[in-house]
DNA sequence: GTCTATACTTTGATAGAC
DNA sequence: GTCTATCAAAGTATAGAC
């Protein structure tokens, strides 16, 4: 939003145009031709601002797709009354996003990791840290709302998961079916863990 | 087993290739020309016994294996005590799997979803087609187990989709930990329903 | 039906003019 | 730094000998 695309600058334009290409056809997928053609930049700016090749671009893209999704996710947290309403609306607003958008965009980390989890280090690891974020940021959150560290940790990693899991499902099958099923329970599940506290 | 891959037949040798190299490199990561190399098959035999191409091999290669991990994960639930223990060795299973290949081998239906739900109509649906196969596999079990139909499928839905999403996200990090908490979590999520239910 | 050779396209990558 | 031309390799697909 702060940058329109015909202001930024060729690196930017490159970087946002290879991160929706991802969304839509994964790592093999997205070719570099395709990418230059949609930022507008000459086919030799790839090696200039990437010199480490469409590998190097792929794990730049996936560090910035990953920090834009935790801001997302976080900035649903904060505008929810509650911990277990964060966690309603974020299931809620990704099936908003799939309806509005015609299921036409995945989660590019997720795809790209199972893409290349066997294929190439560098992006496996690349994935593997934002998974790491995510998680860690999601478990501040549950600390916050007075879980101690490990059910913090665990409740993360399982609304994270559940989330992946059913935005693949609801994808593939074009219903949102999945990602309301899978809010409603993992709403549920934190709603109990809480109760089950001993301040609360 | 029955059938070794030196007495197989060249179309069923191609079909066994093909589902290996999807769970490693995923549909477009995988090229006709491995696909015949790891099969022993000359060239022009994909094409004698698939006239539609690698998309047409693609489809019945989603179908072969989503109906031979519905079989696999049917085989667990037998040889389970109840569905509870059942959903426990799901989970436990897979993060086994996952230890023993060293993590080299994904879901090839969740990752042939990802990467082709936007681009290629008949492997979406195609994989769009197993999930509710597994979905309703699942439901029939639930059913089974005392819960009401809605009910059932929706369970379902929340453990597959659980499975799937934790799966990606331990194959990344290489480690179980996320199937680890997500199987404990589903076990709670499915016995917590079981006590609620009317006769149990 | 089996298998080989090849056509055509696209891929990632590089060299070098400007 | 920007941009173009081109490379070698790999992609899918086809033609046709056997």
Same mark, same amino acid.
């Given at each position: 939003?702060?940058?329109?695309?015909?202001?930024?600058?060729?690196?930017? #334009?490159? *970087?946002?145009?290879?991160?929706?290409?991802?969304?839509?056809?994964?790592? &093999?997928?997205?070719? *570099?031709?395709?990418?230059?053609?949609?930022?507008?930049?000459?086919?030799? /700016?790839?090696?200039?601002?990437?010199? +480490?090749?469409?590998?190097?671009?792929?794990?730049?893209?996936?560090?910035?797709? +990953?920090?834009?999704?935790?801001? *997302?996710?976080? %900035?649903?947290?904060?505008?929810?009354?509650? @911990?277990?309403? +964060?966690? #309603?609306?974020?299931? $809620?607003?990704?099936?908003?996003?799939?309806?509005? &958008?015609?299921?036409?965009?995945?989660? !590019?980390?997720?795809?790209?990791?199972? =893409?290349?989890? %066997? /294929?190439?280090? !560098?992006?496996?690891?690349?994935?593997?840290?934002?998974?790491?974020?995510?998680?860690?940021?999601?478990? %501040?959150?549950?600390?916050?709302? +007075?879980?101690?560290? !490990?059910?913090?940790? =665990? *409740? $993360?990693?399982?609304? @994270?998961?559940?989330?992946?899991?059913?935005?693949?499902?609801? #994808?593939? /099958?074009?219903? &949102?079916?999945?990602?309301?099923?899978?809010?409603?329970?993992?709403?549920?599940?934190? =709603?109990?863990?809480?109760?089950?506290?001993?301040?609360?």
């Amino acid at each position: 939003m702060a940058t329109s695309a015909a202001t930024a600058t060729t690196k930017e #334009r490159i *970087l946002d145009a290879t991160a929706a290409l991802f969304m839509r056809y994964g790592y &093999t997928g997205t070719g *570099l031709k395709q990418i230059v053609a949609d930022a507008n930049a000459p086919f030799g /700016s790839v090696y200039h601002h990437f010199p +480490g090749g469409k590998e190097a671009l792929g794990v730049e893209v996936i560090h910035r797709s +990953g920090a834009m999704y935790e801001e *997302l996710v976080m %900035s649903v947290f904060d505008a929810a009354d509650d @911990i277990v309403g +964060g966690v #309603r609306d974020c299931f $809620a607003g990704a099936a908003e996003v799939l309806r509005a &958008t015609d299921y036409a965009d995945a989660c !590019p980390i997720e795809t790209v990791a199972l =893409e290349v989890a %066997s /294929s190439n280090e !560098p992006l496996r690891i690349a994935t593997a840290e934002v998974f790491e974020r995510w998680t860690a940021a999601a478990s %501040s959150r549950f600390s916050a709302a +007075g879980f101690d560290a !490990p059910a913090a940790r =665990e *409740l $993360a990693i399982f609304v @994270i998961s559940q989330l992946e899991g059913a935005f693949v499902h609801a #994808r593939a /099958s074009r219903t &949102t079916e999945a990602l309301d099923v899978a809010g409603k329970i993992a709403a549920t599940v934190v =709603e109990a863990a809480l109760r089950d506290l001993p301040v609360s």
